[in-house]
């Protein structure tokens, strides 16, 4: 309906709140079910919710992007947040539709055809972030959020990552254990787009761990299944994130290298966290020299849901309510015409 008026800036506002009312569902659901705290550190502050940025974040178990998406709310930025996924997860019913509705950029890893998915899309988040057209319309930023590594990390996954790898005569130190070898020609073509319509000037790397897990007993993937944390309510209680701002004029030309340098240096703070069960050490802990790390401030932050959240979710349950029965009464009128 909006649509017709003309006016998208009205049509991305009602889709942001629509966003931020599903985030709200999710975390009234999370809290319900499975309550955690992140600890986040590095350049947490230079994440901002009026600001355009790209994020890049190692890819564990299918719940990395709801304790994404709490780290966006904690910033104010949970309606804004566009993800790239693989096609077929528009299939998923209910929510491949809810993705496609928040204009998520769905891949089918074809590059003829994914190219102009990736450039039509930024495109037109571009204009909406800058107002419009002519910049005189409300100014929507959006955070564009990427998996690298394409999939989560399995033994199988893994094991096509010792083969590409060997395949391409890389060094035993160039090998991650923790993360996959990251793809960069979809980052690439993000970053490229966004830079020629000056869209962004950060590229933020997060690396997540989550207390509880060792290689040893399996892989996170195996570890924390959806339905262990969704249905069974024994989730991970503690999601430790370490943040680092690139500013992308900064970044090499050589761009696979730098990437894969990137996911190098995210491997050893992986590596730590399985020996010490932390990215850094706390600036609370005050400790003894020698310390285990580097010593930095580390915010932590309980998910619990806001009073906004609660009235945004009753709001969603309305309106799935009232749309339910508008198409079923549709449905019963159209079957009585018929028959």
């Known amino acids: 309906m909006l649509r017709l008026t003309g006016r998208r800036d009205w049509y991305r506002v009602w889709l942001r709140f629509t966003e931020a009312q599903f985030v709200s569902l999710m975390l009234i659901t999370l809290q319900l079910v499975s309550p955690v705290t992140l600890h986040v550190s590095g350049d947490f502050d230079a994440l901002r919710a009026d600001r355009n940025a790209v994020l890049i974040a190692n890819h564990q178990i299918y719940t990395d992007w709801c304790h994404l998406w709490a780290l966006a709310w904690f910033r104010g930025g949970q309606g804004g947040l566009k993800i790239m996924l693989k096609d077929s997860l528009k299939l998923v019913p209910f929510y491949g539709s809810g993705m496609h509705f928040f204009e998520f950029i769905f891949l089918k890893r074809k590059w ?12 037109q988040a571009l204009v909406d972030a800058q107002g419009g057209p002519n910049g005189d319309r409300r100014k929507l930023p959006f ?9 989560v990390i399995t033994p199988d996954t893994y094991d096509r990552t010792l083969a590409y790898s060997a395949k391409m005569g890389l060094p035993p130190q160039a090998v991650p254990s923790y993360v996959l070898l990251p793809k960069s020609t979809g980052l690439f073509a993000c970053l490229q787009s966004m830079a020629q319509e000056g869209g962004t000037e950060d590229l933020f790397d997060i690396t997540m761990g989550y207390s509880g897990t060792t290689f040893a007993d399996g892989c996170p993937y195996s570890q924390w299944p959806v339905d262990r944390v969704f249905f069974r309510g024994d989730g991970p209680r503690d999601v430790h994130i370490h943040i680092r701002r690139f500013p992308v004029a900064q970044i090499p030309g050589i761009f696979n290298t730098w990437l894969r340098s990137v996911f190098l240096d995210k491997d050893a703070l992986m590596t730590r966290f399985y020996a010490t069960g932390r990215f850094v050490t706390p600036e609370s802990e005050k400790p003894a020299p020698p310390s285990d790390g580097d010593v930095q401030p580390v915010t932590r932050i309980t998910v619990v849901p806001t009073a906004a959240d609660v009235l945004r979710a009753l709001v969603a ?7 339910v029965w508008i198409d079923w009464r549709i449905a019963a009128s159209l079957w009585s015409m018929i028959f």
Do not use: Y
């Open 112 to 123: 003829a055809q994914d190219k102009s998915t990736i450039r039509a899309n930024l495109s």
């Open 143 to 151: 955070w564009l959020l990427l998996f690298p590594e394409g999939t």
């Open 317 to 323: 349950f309305v309106t799935v309510g009232i749309t």
